[in-house]
Nanobody, 127 residues
């Protein structure tokens, strides 16, 4: 069964850091693009970051460039989102998603390019 499970969310003060994990099962992540999306209450879903198959391409939303880093541990079959200098506007539910096979080679910002989603993990940035 193809599955993604996020973890690592929580409450953090502004300027703090968190590392989100996206653990995959039922498929090998290196063969697919894996993206992190987020959605805050009343806002549209936003693609935060993506890593393409074979780690050839990484991409970030302008709002997180220089603060977030995506990485992959192929042995653990897990993709991480390292978040630093967190801001209150980063508060959202964060989801990871697996690309469709035909979308593995690049990072799409379109949610329709992804066919499997995790259940999400809440990140709250507040003092």
């Amino acid at each position: 069964q193809v599955q993604l499970v996020e973890s690592g969310g929580g409450l953090v003060q502004p300027g703090g850091s968190l590392r989100l994990s996206c653990a995959a099962s039922g498929f090998t992540t290196i063969n697919y693009a894996i993206a992190w999306f987020r959605q805050a209450p009343g806002k549209e879903r936003e693609r935060v970051s993506c890593i393409s198959s074979n780690d050839r391409v990484t991409d970030y939303a302008d709002s997180v460039k220089g603060r977030f880093t995506i990485s992959r541990d192929s042995v653990k079959n897990t993709v991480y989102l390292h978040m630093s200098n967190l801001k209150p506007e980063d508060t959202a539910v964060y989801y990871c998603a697996k690309s469709r096979p035909t979308r593995a080679y690049y990072c799409s910002a379109d949610g329709r390019s992804y066919d499997t989603w995790g259940q999400g993990t809440q990140v709250t940035v507040s003092s």
